[in-house]
């Protein structure tokens, strides 16, 4: 896994927010060990393709750089889902002449992605608008 083009894809500050733990992501470096974390988890669980599937994307309708959206998201060993497939909600936002990721919401629980691994998670709560202003600035 090239964990540098995933991290220059990503807006910051920035979130990941699952059913049970969020992490703010101020920085490149802050994201890393969920990155290494979420890729370990999946290689111990044998998986073979991850696939994120769009289901719906729509402009926010005050902002014509922000992309909100709903994917579909398969973990695979060959053609069995290792893991239940969730839902997830990302806002994309459209910075310096590429589309970044800004924000993650997943409907799954931490303890079986892996996805969050962060010194103090805080815990879930609903995530307030404001978090999302704060990956726009």
């Known amino acids: 896994m090239d964990?540098?083009?995933?991290?220059?894809?990503?807006?910051?500050?920035?979130?990941?927010?699952?059913?049970?733990?969020?992490?703010h992501i101020p920085t490149r470096e802050t994201y890393l060990p969920s990155l290494k974390s979420l890729r370990d988890n999946l290689t111990r669980r044998g998986v073979t393709a991850y696939h994120r599937i769009c289901r719906e994307?729509?402009?926010?309708?005050?902002?014509?750089?922000?992309?909100?959206?709903?994917?579909?998201?398969?973990?695979?060993?060959?053609?069995?889902?290792?893991?239940?497939?969730?839902?997830?909600?990302?806002?994309?936002?459209y910075r310096d002449e590429k589309w970044l990721g800004a924000g993650l919401r997943s409907a799954t629980s931490n303890t079986h992605w892996q996805m969050i691994k962060h010194p103090e998670p805080i815990k879930a709560s609903p995530v307030p608008e404001t978090a999302l202003k704060e990956t726009q600035t």
């Open 57 to 93: 994307a729509v402009f926010a309708h005050d902002d014509p750089n922000r992309i909100e959206g709903i994917h579909e998201v398969y973990a695979l060993s060959g053609a069995t889902p290792v893991i239940e497939p969730c839902l997830t909600h990302m806002t994309l936002i």
């Open 3 to 23: 964990f540098s083009t995933i991290l220059d894809h990503l807006h910051y500050p920035c979130f990941v927010e699952t059913d049970d733990t969020i992490l």
